[in-house]
């Protein structure tokens, strides 16, 4: 299982980005895909996770509102729509998936399986 991720890139705050990631294969049923970011010096943080299937979502509470994320289940692709970025949103973005994480544990970077590459977002002042 592979996943790619696309649509980083430089952006002035207060303006919008979106980001895809793509997953190779639906081996298994129930996936759930997450965003994750990290940003210099700090540790890997929670950004967003939707079930492919159903469709549930959870956001970490700093991008609520701002940040959409959604799901093409026919191009096995989730997005994470960002508005309103801000210069702490910069971060490089990571995607991961995995088909055994309960709703509880979304969050939980070390219940994913499967990650892609990482995508940086740079928001200026």
């Known amino acids: 299982v592979q996943l790619q991720a696309s649509g980083g890139g430089p952006v002035q705050a207060g303006g919008s980005l979106t980001l895809s990631c793509t997953i190779s294969?639906?081996?298994?049923?129930?996936?759930?895909m997450g965003w994750f970011r990290q940003a210099p010096g700090k540790e890997r943080e929670f950004v967003a996770a939707?079930?492919?299937?159903?469709?549930?979502?959870d956001y970490t509470s700093s991008v609520k509102g701002r940040f959409t994320i959604s799901r093409n289940t026919a191009k096995n692709t989730v997005y994470l729509q960002m508005n309103s970025l801000k210069p702490e949103d910069t971060a490089v973005y990571y995607c991961?998936?995995?088909?055994?994480?309960?709703?509880?544990?979304?969050?939980?970077?070390?219940?994913?399986?499967?990650w892609g590459q990482g995508t940086l977002v740079t928001v200026s002042s």
């Open positions: 939707i079930n492919l299937s159903g469709g549930n979502t």
């Open positions: 294969e639906r081996t298994f049923g129930r996936i759930v």
């Open positions: 991961a998936a995995d088909g055994t994480i309960i709703r509880s544990s979304w969050s939980n970077s070390a219940q994913y399986k499967y």
